[in-house]
């Protein structure tokens, strides 16, 4: 069923991600109202309602169920048996959320889907962690299995000495240990499924982290990631379609030697897609509507020979005035408040033309 220009997309999260969706349907004819248990979340300055209720509050939820046509969400770290009361009007469903935010799950359901993913194994005391050094030596990092992201809640295992200390690092809480592997590139498979089956890719972006955050992304990619871009592909629809995901789905990848391997896959828009907005025919935020709304898929195509996007972490926010009077740069601000460490602030995109 077509949800139609003018009915109201909920979305639960309000932060960034939450509000480039809002913009994106504003601009073809729907408003939104942002499910958030903050008082002042970003994507709330620019949608046409906004619940100020915790991500479990089933009553609130049941009321905001009935205000929207539609719903979604901006980030996958959520409560899942309080998003059923949404029913059928969530898309995607709660399945994908499930998987993703349990990387144990997450990574055992990769390999059922057919893609790679580095050796790991689940790890629940610091027995298992000793035993993981011992038998499968080293480097390891330490991913709790949940609530981990930006480079939040993990640890690296270099030397045998580093165990229990790793293990501190992460809260002894439940976690995977992986080992360190090898690659030459990180990059992303960014894809759009309908419900249908119809599905659209784009050009994936070759991404460069520090410090466990996203700090570029640019397309097109090297040579050495684009020989793996078309098993990549076909790896993330899979999984996408195993999922019976509808809107965008990520999935983050190292590029090895090997061939891909899956680092963990984002059941929603991406950070490495914000080149989109600019830098091809149809951004993942509008495509996300599209697809969760029933339109037809929009052309993916880039606009110029190329484009690449650097984050604003931090206090890098404060060099927003050279930055938006610099020719053919793309500023976006989130409207957020204090400019903490680590924090993304907004992100910079330029095309070429």
């Known amino acids: 069923m077509t949800i139609s220009p003018g009915s109201t997309i909920g979305i639960v999260g309000g932060g960034q991600l939450g509000r480039m969706l809002a913009m994106a349907a504003a601009k073809l004819g729907y408003k939104c109202h942002i499910f958030d248990p903050h008082e002042h979340p970003p994507a709330a300055d620019v949608a046409a309602r906004f619940t100020r209720a915790a991500y479990d509050d089933r009553s609130a939820l049941e009321a905001f169920a009935a205000a929207v046509d539609v719903a979604t969400y901006e980030f996958e770290n ?15 469903g709660t399945r994908s959320l499930a998987i993703a935010q349990d990387r144990a ?4 359901f990769i390999e059922e889907c057919g893609a790679r993913v580095a050796p790991w194994r689940q790890v629940n005391t610091l027995n298992d962690v000793r035993s993981v050094v011992a038998e499968s030596g080293l480097p390891i990092v330490l991913k709790t299995r949940r609530y981990g992201y930006d480079g939040k809640g993990q640890a690296w ?8 200390a790793a293990w501190d690092a992460i809260a002894q809480e439940p976690a995977v240990a992986e080992a360190g592997i090898d690659f030459s590139a990180e990059y992303s498979v960014i894809v759009a499924r309908w419900a249908d089956g119809r599905h659209t890719f784009w050009d994936s972006p070759e991404n460069v982290h ?9 397309v097109p990619c090297s040579a050495a990631v684009a020989v793996q871009i078309t098993e990549a592909r076909e790896a993330a629809l899979r999984i996408a379609e195993a999922l019976g995901h509808v809107g965008v789905l990520t ?3 190292f590029a090895s030697e090997s061939g891909p391997l899956v680092n963990e896959i ?20 509008e495509q996300h509507i599209r697809a969760i709304c029933n339109l037809p898929p929009g052309s993916t195509e880039l606009v110029g020979h190329g484009a690449s996007m650097d984050n604003l972490i931090g206090d890098e926010v404060n060099r927003w005035p050279e930055l938006v009077a610099e020719p053919g740069a793309h500023l976006h601000l989130y409207g957020k408040g204090e400019a903490r460490a ?10 070429e033309r």
């Open 78 to 92: 959520l409560p899942v048996d309080p998003l059923n009361v949404l029913g059928n009007k969530l898309r995607p």
């Open 105 to 108: 799950h997450e990574k055992s």
């Open 157 to 164: 295992i270099r030397a045998a000495g580093e165990a229990e």
């Open 210 to 218: 520090r410090d466990g955050i996203l700090r570029r992304s640019a």
């Open 251 to 253: 999935v983050e990848y």
């Open 266 to 285: 984002a059941p929603r828009v991406h950070n490495s897609g914000h080149w989109t907005i600019e830098g091809a025919v149809t951004s993942q935020f």
């Open 342 to 351: 680590g924090r993304k602030m907004g992100h910079v995109t330029r095309v």
